[in-house]
C-alpha cells in the first residue's frame, strides 16, 4: 500500500496520559500536515512539516501539543496530558516534493481516532 | 470566523439524476479549490481541483465550477450512483505564500445520499 499510513487507527487514553499518533507520508512525499475533526465538523489544520522542520504551526494549540518529522522515521504528533476535549478522529496528509507543487493535492490517511476517557 | 462554507448539511438525490453539491468562501486570497470525499472511518479521498484561474473543470462524472466574482464555487456529479453516498467536503488554499505549499481550510461538508 502506497498511501499515507496512520498508526494506531483507534487510541484509548485516560485524562493525563500522553498520546503518540504515527503518520508514514507516501513514497517520494516529504510535505506532512496534521488536520483534526471534531464530530460534526470540517478538518481543521493543525501544523504542516517538512523533514526537520516545523513550517507552519499556526493551527496547533499553544500548550501540550507539539509534532515532529525526524530525518528517519514518520512524522509523530505527541498530544501531553490529554483532557476530554481532545477526543477526535486526527488525519494526516502528505504531498510531493520538487517545482511546484502548491498545485498538488494532499492526500490524506484514514486517521486515527482519539478516546479520552 | 467560517472562511469556507458549506450551507447544506445533507442532501439526497435519486441515483441517475444530477447532484449539485455548493460551497462559498470569503477569503479572497484563496486562488486554490479541491473537494474530497469521504467514507465513515476512512479519510477524505481527493476528487477534483480548481484553479483561479479557470472557471471549469471536469474529470468524467465530476465537474467543478467556479464563479470568482460570487465566491462560489460548486462540484457536479452526474449521472449519480449509489457509491456516491458520502460526506463531501469542500477545501480551499492560497498559492500565494512563503510556506510553499499551503495549508488546507475546509467547509463543514455536505452528506450526500444516492437514492436507489
Known amino acids: 500500500n502506497a498511501g499515507v499510513m496512520q498508526n494506531p487507527r483507534h487510541l484509548v487514553r485516560r485524562r493525563g496520559q500522553e498520546a503518540r499518533l504515527r503518520c508514514s507520508p507516501m513514497?517520494?512525499?516529504?510535505?506532512v500536515y496534521w488536520y483534526r475533526q471534531l464530530p460534526e465538523e470540517g478538518l481543521k489544520f493543525m501544523v504542516y512539516?517538512?523533514?526537520?522542520?516545523?513550517?507552519?504551526e499556526s493551527g496547533m494549540p499553544k500548550e501540550r501539543f507539539s509534532a515532529e518529522f525526524p530525518k528517519e522515521g514518520p512524522s509523530i504528533l505527541r498530544i501531553q496530558q490529554v483532557v476530554r476535549g481532545d477526543s477526535a478522529a486526527y488525519f494526516c496528509?502528505?504531498?510531493?516534493?520538487?517545482?511546484?507543487?502548491?498545485?498538488?493535492?494532499?492526500?490524506f490517511g484514514d486517521g486515527t481516532r482519539l478516546s479520552i476517557l | 470566523d467560517q472562511q469556507v462554507k458549506q450551507n447544506s448539511p445533507s442532501l439526497s438525490v435519486q441515483e441517475g439524476r444530477i447532484s449539485i453539491l455548493n460551497c462559498d468562501y470569503t477569503?479572497?486570497?484563496?486562488?486554490?479549490f479541491l473537494w474530497y470525499k469521504k467514507y465513515p472511518a476512512e479519510g477524505p479521498t481527493f476528487l477534483i481541483s480548481?484553479?483561479?484561474?479557470?472557471d471549469k473543470n471536469e474529470d468524467g462524472r465530476f465537474t467543478v465550477f467556479l464563479n470568482k466574482s460570487a465566491k462560489h464555487l460548486s462540484l457536479h456529479i452526474v449521472p449519480s450512483q449509489p457509491g456516491d453516498s458520502a460526506v463531501y467536503f469542500c477545501a480551499a488554499k492560497s498559492q500565494i505564500s512563503n510556506f510553499g505549499n499551503e495549508k488546507l481550510t475546509f467547509g463543514t461538508g455536505t452528506r450526500l445520499t444516492i437514492i436507489p
Open positions: 496528509a502528505s504531498s510531493p516534493t520538487g517545482v511546484r507543487v502548491s498545485n498538488q493535492p494532499q492526500h
Open positions: 480548481i484553479s483561479s484561474i479557470k
Open positions: 477569503n479572497s486570497m484563496f486562488d486554490y
Open positions: 513514497k517520494g512525499h516529504s510535505h
Open positions: 512539516l517538512q523533514k526537520e522542520n516545523i513550517i507552519d
